[in-house]
């Protein structure tokens, strides 16, 4: 949470609107044949013109140097803190499908991924198969016993999917088996802690299974997990803020995200027009709403500076729907940075734009990471932020006498 330890005596509930839009894996890179980033190639006039009357900076998700995943990238953005309270990625994948878990069960984030005949990875999402190909293979895994536990192997989205392990004893200090890179093996599952080794046991076993289950196909043939994880309890964003919070977000984890800080969870379509729309439908119902967008990341992280490109200008055409609704205080930015160029995600920081209905901005020329890098927020951590947008929005009240 907040390091401020005097938040609760200033924070104030106030009927002002906070929208807080998280283009997923905003930052980028320069291309090494132009020299610009894909923020800077894109035709992005409605973000330009937002970062014009906004203050902006760059933000450091968890520390400068730090990779972050999805997960404490957004915990910081809202407002707690990306290491002490970090919720795995296990536990936010089966929450965003409406699963419930109950204390003591592990679960873990896992992939379809294909794998050629000496057993190497030649693909880590086995071509984004799609979700109704996956369910099926969920299903086959669904038949493997463990002994001691209950095992439940879930669908997610495309080549996703989740696995929860039920029983007692189980320890989610376990390392992830995905190498995340091709022409590698998978890795075993190996115990952090030696309270874990029954724990790691168990999940090579499953693996193996999974492996022999799977053997026959060209393609989705072979699994990986990570983000082993247990529930935790954590203030709601209600609690902290007196906050009535709402999600926008069409994928799974980030609604797990979410519920995990106590957000409602608005059902969407997957783009950000459809995400307008249901923020328009319920602007009376909520006070801060969190907006995803997901297509910028997963560019990135295939590699494909022009997908990315072009899902920057899709963002940027929705900007005028989600600014029609006056929100008091709107603010862009991204959980991390995936720049296509590596492939993945990151440790550069990312560029914030937070405008304020009302009051003059920076007057920086473009939504880009150099231009913001000249706006007046500087570079701050990410969970910064959050006091900002409620300073903003007039919900803190003055600090001492």
């Given at each position: 949470?907040?390091?401020?330890?005097?938040?609760?005596?200033?924070?104030v509930?106030?009927?002002?609107?906070?929208?807080?839009?998280?283009?997923?894996?905003?930052?980028?890179?320069?291309?090494?044949?132009?020299?610009?980033?894909?923020?800077?190639?894109?035709r992005?006039p409605?973000?330009?013109?937002?970062?014009?009357?906004?203050?902006?900076?760059?933000?450091?998700?968890?520390?400068?140097?730090?990779?972050?995943g999805?997960?404490?990238?957004?915990?910081?953005l809202?407002?707690?803190?990306?290491?002490?309270?970090?919720?795995?990625?296990?536990?936010?994948?089966?929450l965003?499908?409406?699963?419930?878990?109950?204390?003591?069960?592990?679960?873990a984030?896992?992939?379809?991924?294909?794998v050629?005949?000496?057993?190497?990875?030649?693909?880590?999402?086995?071509?984004?198969i799609?979700?109704?190909?996956?369910?099926?293979?969920?299903?086959?895994?669904?038949?493997?016993?463990?002994?001691?536990v209950?095992?439940?192997?879930?669908?997610?989205?495309?080549?996703?999917?989740?696995?929860?392990?039920?029983?007692?004893?189980?320890?989610?200090?376990?390392?992830?088996?995905?190498?995340?890179?091709?022409?590698?093996?998978?890795?075993?599952?190996?115990?952090l802690?030696s309270e874990?080794?029954?724990?790691?046991?168990?999940?090579?076993?499953?693996?193996?299974?999974?492996?022999?289950?799977?053997?026959?196909?060209?393609?989705?043939?072979?699994?990986?997990?990570?983000?082993?994880s247990?529930?935790?309890?954590?203030?709601?964003?209600?609690?902290?803020?007196?906050?009535?919070?709402?999600?926008?977000?069409?994928?799974?984890m980030?609604?797990?995200?979410a519920?995990?800080?106590?957000?409602t969870?608005?059902?969407?379509?997957?783009?950000?027009?459809?995400?307008?729309?249901?923020?328009?439908?319920?602007?009376?119902?909520?006070?801060?709403?969190?907006?995803?967008?997901?297509?910028?990341?997963?560019?990135?992280?295939?590699?494909?500076?022009?997908?990315?490109?072009?899902?920057?200008?899709?963002?940027?055409?929705?900007?005028?729907?989600?600014?029609?609704?006056?929100?008091?205080?709107?603010?862009v930015?991204?959980?991390?940075?995936?720049?296509?160029?590596?492939?993945?995600?990151?440790?550069?920081?990312?560029?914030?734009?937070?405008?304020t209905?009302?009051?003059?901005?920076?007057?920086?020329?473009?939504?880009?990471?150099?231009?913001?890098?000249?706006?007046?927020?500087?570079?701050m951590?990410?969970?910064?932020?959050?006091?900002?947008?409620?300073?903003?929005?007039?919900?803190?009240?003055?600090f001492?006498?």
């Amino acid at each position: 949470m907040t390091e401020f330890p005097h938040l609760s005596d200033i924070v104030v509930s106030t009927p002002s609107k906070i929208v807080l839009l998280v283009i997923d894996g905003l930052g980028g890179m320069p291309h090494p044949e132009t020299g610009r980033s894909e923020l800077e190639t894109a035709r992005i006039p409605n973000l330009d013109a937002l970062a014009k009357k906004s203050v902006c900076g760059l933000l450091d998700p968890v520390l400068p140097g730090i990779t972050p995943g999805s997960g404490p990238g957004h915990l910081a953005l809202f407002g707690y803190d990306p290491v002490e309270d970090l919720v795995g990625r296990g536990v936010l994948e089966t929450l965003g499908i409406d699963i419930e878990l109950r204390a003591g069960d592990l679960a873990a984030r896992g992939n379809f991924c294909t794998v050629d005949p000496q057993g190497l990875i030649t693909d880590r999402r086995a071509g984004r198969i799609p979700t109704q190909e996956s369910a099926h293979l969920c299903k086959a895994l669904n038949a493997i016993k463990l002994p001691g536990v209950e095992v439940f192997v879930h669908p997610v989205q495309d080549y996703r999917f989740a696995l929860v392990l039920r029983g007692p004893g189980l320890n989610e200090a376990v390392s992830e088996t995905d190498p995340q890179r091709v022409g590698e093996p998978p890795l075993p599952a190996r115990p952090l802690v030696s309270e874990a080794a029954s724990t790691a046991g168990l999940i090579n076993s499953f693996i193996a299974s999974a492996r022999k289950l799977l053997s026959g196909r060209e393609y989705a043939n072979m699994v990986t997990l990570r983000g082993f994880s247990q529930l935790q309890d954590l203030p709601s964003m209600g609690q902290l803020y007196k906050l009535k919070p709402a999600a926008i977000a069409y994928y799974p984890m980030y609604r797990g995200l979410a519920r995990t800080v106590g957000m409602t969870v608005l059902p969407t379509g997957p783009s950000l027009k459809d995400a307008a729309a249901t923020l328009a439908d319920h602007v009376n119902d909520f006070d801060f709403f969190y907006v995803h967008y997901k297509a910028a990341d997963s560019a990135g992280e295939d590699g494909d500076f022009a997908r990315k490109v072009r899902a920057l200008e899709e963002a940027d055409a929705a900007i005028p729907d989600l600014l029609a609704l006056k929100p008091d205080v709107f603010a862009v930015t991204g959980d991390h940075s995936t720049p296509a160029v590596m492939v993945g995600h990151s440790w550069h920081p990312v560029p914030v734009a937070l405008y304020t209905q009302g009051r003059p901005g920076d007057w920086v020329e473009a939504f880009s990471e150099r231009a913001c890098s000249q706006g007046s927020l500087g570079r701050m951590p990410s969970r910064h932020l959050m006091l900002l947008l409620l300073a903003n929005a007039m919900k803190l009240i003055k600090f001492g006498a």
